[in-house]
């Protein structure tokens, strides 16, 4: 996808207000699925209510074959982030070839949404159900981040693209965050309401889906597609694959940013699988109970927060490759810590941990590769497709690892264990990978 002339600060058509808020506003709606959907309620909800189901087991049926619960559930995150890698690239290259964001960004939305409203009939022992409404929520989710993305340097000069790209970080944080009190507050409190635990927690599921389909209106109504005449065929859907082969081959003549993906590729496999499983470890390792789960995950992104300040400190005053170096060190032993593990006030500090780092690791790695992105390159778009990509793919193989080795061993906390060799692969490369000294 190539930047045009139309990205121009005196562009008067560009940095209006009622458009702007409206963009951002798409990151309150959706971003409400990524925190209760995908980091906490579901993911605890699904390991209790399966257990309850097949008589207090974690060997489950999934279409006939027996598999434990925690297992079955990392693969169908493997399998949805697999299928957002084909889909992604194609995904791009419709949206900057054929201008027609805005259908696609709906359909997406309407087909997460709905998802997120079908978990709300997943009760434990339909387990197929479950597993199919979450794969397809997460395809909804980042299926229409792919066209609302695409917005950006239409309703933006370039010189306000950082600030408002900020802003709608800034209200999906407050937004998720409140959506998941309320839920918080329902749940601990399903007594007093005269429900079951059961139907408080499946309400979240359902206030998540009526959150993001309504709240997607807004910018659904003020974004306007910007058509380019290319008809909709086959070279359409090609398009962004062709772009990231243009990508791949520019690489092959810069060493340094191809060893920071490698390396990026590597200790990302052990980074956003322990982000994504940590819930269910706590859950089903230390036996932590939901409501104190979900309080944890709301420290670790304020701690989060702190930590992404931290590092650019660190990087500022030592270097890009020392402050990573230093934060893939953490994990390691973070992933120690997490085989070791016996008690809550344990598993409390390691969470501390992790958000510290967290925060960091995710700033630091998108700034360094921005900064190795040879300068006035009209690629910029085609670069970040494949970063994004080598992050999901690393997804898919790390909660695949993270699956397979507990089915083999019996226990998550191996799994854990066995992410050390992501990091370490991941460190060894950045050792050998010349990275800008100037701040993160």
């Not at 052990?270 to 994504?276: A, E, F, K, P, S």
Request: aromatic share 16%.
């Amino acid at each position: 996808m190539t930047q045009t002339s139309d990205l121009t600060p005196n562009n008067t058509e560009k940095n209006i207000p009622k458009i702007v808020n409206a963009w951002c506003s798409y990151d309150w709606a959706n971003s409400v699925y990524n925190l209760t959907i995908t980091a906490t309620i579901f993911p605890i909800y699904f390991s209790h209510s399966t257990r309850a189901a097949f008589g207090g087991s974690n060997e489950i049926s999934f279409f006939g074959l027996q598999i434990e619960n925690s297992v079955l559930y990392t693969y169908a995150i493997s399998f949805s982030f697999l299928v957002i890698v084909f889909l992604s690239p194609a995904l791009s290259g419709i949206a900057d070839y054929s201008g027609k964001k805005k259908r696609f960004m709906r359909f997406f939305t309407y087909t997460g949404a709905l998802a997120c409203f079908g978990l709300y009939f997943f009760i434990g022992e339909n387990v197929e159900w479950g597993i199919f409404c979450s794969v397809l929520a997460s395809i909804g989710y980042a299926g229409a981040l792919v066209f609302y993305n695409a917005f950006l340097p239409e309703i933006a000069t370039v010189d306000k693209m950082d600030s408002y790209s900020a802003r709608g970080y800034a209200m999906g944080y407050i937004g998720s965050v409140i959506l998941l009190l309320i839920n918080l507050v329902i749940i601990s409190n399903f007594k007093t309401l005269g429900i079951t635990e059961g139907l408080a927690t499946r309400l979240s599921f359902l206030q998540v889906a009526i959150w993001w389909f309504g709240f997607a209106h807004i910018a659904l109504h003020y974004l306007h597609d910007r058509p380019t005449g290319h008809p909709f065929n086959k070279s359409v859907i090609t398009r962004g694959f062709h772009e990231l082969k243009a990508v791949i081959n520019k690489l092959k003549n810069q060493v340094n940013t191809l060893r920071f993906l490698i390396s990026f590729f590597f200790y990302s496999m052990g980074v956003q699988t322990v982000m994504l499983l940590a819930p269910l470890f706590g859950e089903k390792e230390i036996h932590m109970d939901g409501t104190k789960l979900i309080a944890v995950v709301l420290i670790l992104q304020i701690v989060a927060i702190i930590g992404a300040y931290s590092f650019a400190a660190i990087s500022k005053k030592f270097g890009n490759k020392t402050g990573i170096a230093i934060a893939v060190v953490i994990w390691m032993f973070i992933c120690v810590g997490g085989y070791l593990l016996q008690e809550e006030t344990q598993f409390y500090m390691l969470a501390v941990a992790l958000g510290f780092v967290m925060g960091g690791i995710q700033s630091l790695s998108r700034s360094t590769y921005s900064k190795l992105i040879p300068e006035n390159s009209v690629d910029t778009a085609s670069y970040f497709s494949f970063y994004d990509i080598s992050e999901k793919v690393a997804i898919v193989l790390g909660t695949f690892s993270y699956g397979f080795i507990e089915q083999l061993t019996g226990s998550m906390r191996n799994s854990m264990l066995a992410m050390i060799g992501f990091f370490l692969a991941g460190l060894i490369v950045i050792l050998f990978t010349r990275l800008p000294k100037t701040s993160a």
